[in-house]
C-alpha cells in the first residue's frame, strides 16, 4: 500500500484521505500508553460462530464465516456502522463537516469519503473506550483489518449489545409497570378534578338558591302571623253575632207573648158582645162588667200601645241591628274571602313547603351523593398517596443506583486522572527520547558535514598532490564514482 503524508494529509492507493493532526499524533501516544497500561486486563471475545448467530438474531447483519476470515475495508466499515445504527450512538449527522477544517483542504470535495470514516472511527474508538476495550482500536483496522483484531472488537462491541438488551429486558416490566401507574393516576386527577367540579356546581347553585329559601321562609313567616290575626278576628265576629242570635231570639218571644195577649182580648170582646143581647139585668151588669171590661181593655189598648210601641222600638232597633249584621255579614263574607285566599295561599305555602321538602330531600341525596364522593375522593388519595409512596421508594431506589452510578464513575475518574498522569509521565519522558534523539540528529549531521568537509578537503589535496608527481609516477587511473561512493 502506498502511502504520500504532505502537510498533514495521508493519501492511500485506495482513495481515502486522512487529516493527521498534532492533537490526533499526541492523541495515538496516549492511546498507545493505554494500551500498554491495560494490558494485564482480561476481556471476554466471542467466536466467529457465535458472532454470525448473534448477528443474525438481532437483524444487524448478514455476515458469513469467510466474511470475517478475510475482511475487507468495505466489509468492517458496513458492519461498524450497522452495530452502531443498531445502539443507536451512530446518529444521522455523521456526514457533517467542520468547516474549519475543510478551510485547511484544496478540494474538499474530495475528501467525502475520509471524513466519514474518520468519523467512524471515532466512533468506535469512544464506544471501545467507554467499554474498556484493552486493545486499542487504529485506523489501520478500518482501511486493513486483520481477522483476529476484527472479531475481538466485533465481538467486544455484541458482547455489550447482548448485555444492554438484557439490562433492557429486566426493567422493561418495571417501566410498563410505571407508565401503567402513570396512566391511571392522570385518569384518577381527571375524575378527582371532574368530581369536584361537579361538587363546585352544587355548592354554587345551593348558594344561588339560598337567597330564594330565605324570602320563601320571610313570606311563609308573613302569611302565618296574618293568619293568625284574621283568625283571632273571626273568633271575635263569632262571637258578636252569637250574641246577637240571643238578643233576636229574646225579642220574637216578646213579640209572640204581645200577639198571644191581643187574641186573647180579641176573644173576649167577642164573648161580650154575645152577652150583651140576653137580659136588661143581665145587661146592666153587662153594661157595668163591659165598662169595667172597657176600661180593662183601655188599659189593656194602653198596654198594649206601649207594649206595641215597645215593640216598635224593640223592632227598630232590630232592623238597625239587622242593617248591622248584615253589614257585620258582608264584612264576614270579606273577611272569608280573604280566610279563603288565606287558604289559597296556605295551599301555595304548602305546595312550596312540598317543594321545600323535596329540594331537602334532593339535598340529602346529593350529600349523600357528595358523601360518597368524598369517600371515593379520600379512596383517590389513599391510593394517589400510596402510589407516591410507590414513587418515592423507585426514586429512592434509582437515586441509591445512580450514586453507585456516580461513585462508581467518580473512581473511574479517578483512575483516569491516575492514567492521566502516569501518561503525562510517560509523555514527558517520550519528549525527553524525542529532543535527545533531534539533538543526536543533528549533532550526527553537523558530524556529517564536517566529515564530508574534511573529506573534500582530502580529496582536493590528494588531487593536487597527484597532479605535482604525475610525472614522477606511473599512470594511475581513478575512479571518480568510487571516490565519491567512499566518501
Avoid: W
Avoid at 489501520?140 to 472479531?151: G, V
Avoid at 285566599?341 to 330531600?361: G, N, W, Y
Wanted: negative net charge; charged residues 30%.
Amino acid at each position: 500500500m502506498k502511502v504520500v503524508m504532505n502537510k498533514g494529509i495521508c493519501q492511500v492507493n485506495r482513495g481515502y484521505y486522512f487529516i493527521f493532526f498534532p492533537s490526533l499524533l499526541q492523541q495515538l501516544k496516549v492511546n498507545k500508553a493505554l494500551a500498554l497500561k491495560m494490558s494485564r486486563f482480561d476481556y471476554p471475545t466471542l467466536p466467529r460462530q457465535d458472532i454470525i448467530a448473534v448477528l443474525a438474531d438481532t437483524q444487524i447483519a448478514s455476515v458469513r464465516d469467510e466474511d470475517l476470515l478475510k475482511p475487507t475495508a468495505d466489509f468492517v466499515t458496513n458492519l461498524y456502522s450497522s452495530i452502531l445504527l443498531h445502539i443507536n450512538t451512530f446518529q444521522d449527522d455523521h456526514d457533517q463537516v467542520d468547516f474549519s477544517a475543510l478551510e485547511q483542504l484544496e478540494n474538499p470535495d474530495l475528501h467525502v469519503d475520509s471524513f466519514r470514516a474518520m468519523n467512524l472511527f471515532h466512533k468506535i474508538r469512544e464506544m471501545l473506550a467507554s467499554l474498556d476495550c484493552p486493545e486499542i482500536f487504529t485506523l489501520r483496522d478500518l482501511i486493513k483489518p486483520e481477522p483476529d483484531r476484527t472479531r475481538f472488537f466485533v465481538g467486544a462491541i455484541l458482547n455489550f449489545c447482548l448485555h444492554r438488551e438484557t439490562k433492557l429486558n429486566a426493567i422493561r416490566p418495571i417501566v410498563e409497570d410505571l407508565t401503567l401507574i402513570d396512566e391511571q393516576r392522570l385518569a384518577l386527577e381527571a375524575r378527582i378534578s371532574q368530581l369536584n367540579g361537579e361538587i363546585e356546581e352544587q355548592n354554587e347553585s345551593r348558594e344561588r338558591e339560598i337567597p330564594l329559601v330565605q324570602e320563601i321562609d320571610s313570606n311563609v313567616k308573613e302569611l302565618r302571623q296574618t293568619i293568625s290575626g284574621l283568625n283571632n278576628h273571626q273568633m271575635s265576629l263569632k262571637a258578636s253575632i252569637k250574641k246577637l242570635k240571643e238578643r233576636a231570639k229574646e225579642m220574637d218571644e216578646k213579640i209572640s207573648n204581645a200577639d198571644f195577649a191581643l187574641v186573647q182580648a180579641v176573644q173576649e170582646n167577642a164573648n161580650l158582645r154575645s152577652k150583651i143581647v140576653q137580659s136588661p139585668d143581665k145587661l146592666q151588669r153587662a153594661l157595668e162588667e163591659k165598662k169595667s171590661l172597657q176600661a180593662e181593655t183601655r188599659n189593656a189598648e194602653r198596654a198594649a200601645m206601649q207594649s206595641f210601641q215597645n215593640k216598635t222600638a224593640i223592632l227598630e232597633v232590630y232592623t238597625k241591628a239587622h242593617k248591622k249584621m248584615s253589614k257585620n255579614f258582608n264584612q264576614m263574607q270579606a273577611i272569608q274571602e280573604q280566610v279563603n285566599s288565606t287558604k289559597s295561599v296556605e295551599k301555595d305555602v304548602k305546595v312550596l313547603k312540598q317543594k321545600l321538602s323535596d329540594e331537602e330531600v334532593l339535598e340529602k341525596s346529593l350529600e349523600a351523593k357528595l358523601v360518597e364522593r368524598q369517600r371515593k375522593v379520600d379512596q383517590l388519595e389513599e391510593l394517589n398517596k400510596q402510589l407516591e409512596k410507590e414513587r418515592d421508594h423507585s426514586y429512592e431506589e434509582a437515586s441509591k443506583e445512580l450514586k453507585n452510578v456516580k461513585l462508581e464513575v467518580e473512581r473511574k475518574r479517578h483512575d483516569l486522572e491516575a492514567r492521566q498522569n502516569d501518561l503525562e509521565g510517560v509523555l514527558a519522558e517520550v519528549d525527553a527520547i524525542t529532543e535527545e534523539i533531534n539533538s543526536v540528529r543533528e549533532s550526527g549531521a553537523s558530524k556529517c558535514q564536517e566529515l564530508g568537509r574534511n573529506c573534500e578537503e582530502v580529496v582536493a589535496e590528494f588531487y593536487r598532490h597527484s597532479n605535482s608527481i604525475r610525472d614522477l609516477l606511473p599512470h594511475i587511473d581513478v575512479d571518480q564514482a568510487v571516490v565519491e561512493k567512499r566518501s
